[in-house]
């Protein structure tokens, strides 16, 4: 079981930025991959974005495209998600998820450990 803290969640306003990062610890490896997922109120948990650890593919929804990035820092086991040009739309509950599979799935329930979510707030 991998152990994922999330971290950086915050109020912004609109056109701002924030930057998630996720510790990993526990039974981590080279063969799994990350993803970012988000939850607003009164609305299902939709894929933000994906990366393979080991060769670091990616995957975006195509809402984040072009605005979100996500990244990894391999010697501190920890992924990102750098979040710019942020709008109201944006509010969510961000939470991080690993999978065993090393593949930027999109689907959360490819996830098998899940983050407690860190709160994105933008202002109008």
């Known amino acids: 079981q991998v152990q994922l803290v999330e971290s950086g969640g915050g109020l912004v306003q609109a056109g701002g930025s924030l930057r998630l990062s996720c510790a990993a610890s526990g039974r981590t490896s080279r063969g799994y991959s990350m993803g970012w997922f988000r939850q607003a109120p009164g609305k299902e948990r939709e894929f933000v974005a994906a990366?393979?650890?080991?060769?670091?593919?990616?995957n975006y929804a195509d809402s984040v495209k072009g605005r979100f990035t996500i990244s990894r820092d391999n010697a501190k086991n920890t992924v990102y998600l750098q979040m710019n040009s942020l709008n109201p739309e944006d509010t969510a509950a961000y939470y991080c998820?690993?999978?065993?599979?090393?593949?930027?799935?999109?689907?959360?329930?490819?996830?098998?450990?899940w983050g407690q979510g860190t709160q994105v707030t933008v202002s109008s």
């Open positions: 998820a690993a999978s065993r599979l090393d593949v930027p799935f999109m689907s959360d329930w490819r996830y098998d450990s």
């Open positions: 990366l393979s650890w080991s060769n670091g593919i990616t």
